[in-house]
């Protein structure tokens, strides 16, 4: 989910676009602070993207984090290049599990929804893609 669904919707701490707003923007300041900009790659998946994109295969991220701190996760590993579409929580309304993310990502790529194979991390993100069919 989205910041701002969660403080809306799940914490019901406001529903005022301002403060929500707000908050949001400080728990992504906390998280990176918190964070300290240690990204780490899982193993295997350098390889598993340079393969990808040795066959031609189109790669979308997507991430329902702000694009700025997407973006420097993505730099922080030395992936930029690696993909065809960088989708993050500023280029929709709803977040994960919502399929929005990707419905967008697979139109970036010009492929129907339903020829793209998601890989994640989390039940929220199998859950987003089981809601595409």
């Known amino acids: 989910m989205k910041n701002e669904q969660v403080i809306r919707e799940v914490l019901c701490w406001s529903r005022d676009f301002i403060t929500v707003r707000r908050l ?39 991430s329902t984090r702000p694009a700025r701190y997407l973006e420097r996760a993505v730099e922080a ?20 599990p919502d399929p929005e993310m990707y419905q967008y990502a697979a139109q970036r790529l010009q492929f129907i929804p339903e020829r793209c194979i998601v890989i994640g991390s989390s039940n929220s993100t199998i859950e987003g893609r089981m809601m595409l069919t």
């Open 24 to 62: 949001s923007q400080r728990k992504e300041e906390l998280y990176e602070q918190f964070q300290g900009g240690c990204y780490r790659l899982l193993p295997g998946s350098r390889e598993f993207l340079e393969t990808l994109k040795a066959v031609q295969i189109p790669v979308a991220i997507v």
């Open 77 to 96: 590993v030395g992936m930029e290049g690696f993909f065809d579409a960088v989708i993050s929580a500023d280029d929709v309304r709803r977040g994960k």
